[in-house]
């Protein structure tokens, strides 16, 4: 049975100089229209998992919301998401002053200006030993990951490094709704919580965490020079090449490679990690 979000299909495959047939699974990428009090907002592409959570947390990360008792109701029908917000003067006045910018990741996104970064000043500690059994743990339970190669992960810990949920989606952005969106449903306080992630940790994928109150995020990959500075500026503990002693990091064609040795990179807020 092909587990949701995948479709498997017939490929040729390249076996000892001759092309075979083949089975692939492919992940799935499906258009969300997000229609808010009757009008179109935004047409997203997503991997149809979790929707719900994903346009909650895509209209926080936006700005367009400011918690979840803005939200009236909130479904995911054959033609879109249909969310109705309980003021409409509130949101037409954010569309307004809202303007967008090409991100890194590709794509259209809302942009935010410094000047109104959030400030994190969560006093929450968090051993070293727990961030690199989260990244392990996402790995282990990133099943689109594992089985496709082709979709993002994240995850969300508690201090003690429980998992309080993890979220797969063909983009690194997606992933991030997804979780932030679960956290706003759910009434978790994401300033006693932390993130690990495959995405790359560019200043727009700070900002959208950093909103959420989230205190500190790891990412397997790279850090960028502006995420860096957005992270110092609000707060955040950022931390870049995260792995474990012993992880298996999977890598194109379905190869992979062991992590001979524990690593991270901290860029920020060091003196959270023990």
């Known amino acids: 049975?092909?587990?949701?979000?995948?479709?498997?299909?017939?490929?040729?495959?390249?076996?000892?100089?001759?092309?075979?047939?083949?089975?692939?699974?492919?992940?799935?990428?499906?258009?969300?229209?997000?229609?808010?009090?009757?009008?179109?907002?935004?047409?997203?592409?997503?991997?149809?998992?979790?929707?719900?959570?994903?346009?909650?947390?895509?209209?926080?990360?936006?700005?367009?919301?400011?918690?979840?008792?803005?939200?009236?109701?909130?479904?995911?029908?054959?033609?879109?998401?249909?969310?109705?917000?309980?003021?409409?003067?509130?949101?037409?006045?954010?569309?307004?002053?809202?303007?967008?910018?090409?991100?890194?990741?590709?794509?259209?996104?809302?942009?935010?200006?410094?000047?109104?970064?959030?400030?994190?000043?969560?006093?929450?500690?968090?051993?070293r030993q727990h961030i690199f059994q989260a990244m392990t743990l996402l790995f282990e339970k990133a099943a689109l990951y594992e089985q496709t190669g082709g979709a993002h992960s994240a995850a969300l810990f508690d201090t003690r490094g429980n998992l309080l949920c993890l979220m797969e989606d063909i983009g690194r952005h997606n992933t991030l709704d997804k979780i932030i969106g679960y956290a706003l449903l759910n009434g978790i306080d994401c300033t006693r919580t932390f993130m690990v992630s495959t995405g790359r940790m560019a200043s727009e994928m700070v900002i959208k965490i950093a909103r959420a109150g989230i205190p500190l995020v790891a990412t397997k990959t790279a850090v960028t020079d502006r995420g860096r500075e957005i992270g110092e500026q609000c707060g955040m503990t950022v931390i870049g090449s995260a792995r474990a002693e012993g992880s298996r990091m999977i890598k194109d064609m379905g190869d992979s490679n062991i992590a001979e040795k524990a690593e991270m990179k901290i860029y920020t807020g060091a003196e959270r990690v023990l």
């Not at 229209?33 to 179109?40: K, M």
């Not at 592409?45 to 919301?65: C, D, H, K, N, W």
């Not at 949101?91 to 307004?96: D, F, N, P, V, Y």
Request: with cysteine; hydrophobic share 45%; proline share 4%.
């Open 1 to 127: 049975m092909t587990a949701p979000g995948l479709k498997r299909f017939n490929v040729q495959r390249l076996e000892e100089g001759s092309f075979v047939p083949a089975e692939a699974l492919l992940i799935i990428e499906k258009e969300l229209p997000i229609i808010v009090n009757g009008e179109l907002l935004a047409t997203a592409s997503v991997t149809p998992l979790m929707e719900r959570e994903f346009v909650a947390g895509y209209l926080f990360g936006q700005s367009f919301i400011e918690s979840a008792a803005e939200i009236v109701s909130l479904e995911i029908k054959e033609k879109g998401a249909y969310a109705v917000l309980a003021d409409a003067d509130a949101l037409k006045g954010r569309k307004e002053k809202t303007t967008y910018r090409i991100v890194s990741g590709g794509g259209r996104t809302a942009y935010f200006e410094t000047s109104v970064l959030p400030c994190l000043t969560s006093d929450v500690k968090i051993d």
